[in-house]
């Protein structure tokens, strides 16, 4: 089954769904925005993804809820994943701050048709990285960026290992960001920023179940 590249480049948070499973499934591996993690409760953003080669798609990014892990704010993270071999997977993680980094400590997806399942420890990415663009890139200065959203006043960060830039705006959440262009010319645009945003995923998780990602029930 073909495979879908990697199409954000690594900044900041780092998702990686069922990365096994979805190897060979031809899942497309959803990495998150760099910007700046500051989320709000209810709130979010959705994004034009364009990729050299690839039709534009729509991606929007959600804060469902908050938490604790072992005494550290925890909050989840809803997104869609579309266009899989499945149809489209609405996926939430649980991205825990300590200490001025991110890591997942849990991965829930779920599928049409099929109950919400929780992955395996070992597929949640527990790297850690910084909660702000800043700490791994160089600030280019303010500039006002507009978009289908609005106009914003940013701050224009070029990472420093050459990955690409962001413009970011702290009236933007979850990630401030309000455009990203990388080096292989993919693009992030923000469309409008979301409020008053629920949870899609409402049912108790079952375990991960391989045989549903291959489209074969398991039910």
């Not at 534009?56 to 072992?70: G, M, Q």
């Not at 609005?150 to 990472?159: I, K, L, N, Q, W």
Request: proline share 6%.
């Amino acid at each position: 089954m073909k495979s879908l590249k990697h199409t954000l480049a690594t900044a900041s948070l780092v998702f990686v769904m069922a990365a096994a499973a979805g190897a060979q499934m031809g899942m497309r591996q959803t990495q998150l925005p760099r910007g700046v993690f500051r989320p709000v409760v209810g709130q979010g953003a959705l994004y034009e993804k364009a990729d050299s080669g690839s039709p534009k798609r729509n991606v929007e990014f959600n804060v469902v809820a908050k938490d604790s892990v072992n005494g550290k704010d925890a909050y989840w993270l809803e997104f869609n994943i579309p266009d899989t071999p499945m149809g489209e997977v609405v996926s939430k993680i649980q991205v825990v701050v300590d200490n001025g980094v991110t890591y997942t400590a849990r991965t829930i997806v779920q599928m049409a048709g099929n109950p919400p399942m929780e992955m395996p420890a070992a597929m949640s990415s527990k790297a850690q990285t910084p909660v702000e663009i800043k700490d791994k890139a160089d600030d280019l200065g303010s500039e006002s960026v507009t978009t289908p959203a609005g106009t914003f006043s940013c701050e224009h960060y070029r990472a420093k290992d050459g990955s690409g830039d962001s413009w970011v705006s702290d009236k933007v959440t979850p990630f401030g960001l309000v455009k990203s262009v990388d080096k292989d010319g993919s693009t992030l645009t923000l469309l409008k920023t979301t409020s008053g945003v629920t949870d899609k995923i409402t049912a108790a998780p079952v375990p991960f179940n391989p045989m549903i990602f291959m489209g074969r029930g398991g039910r």
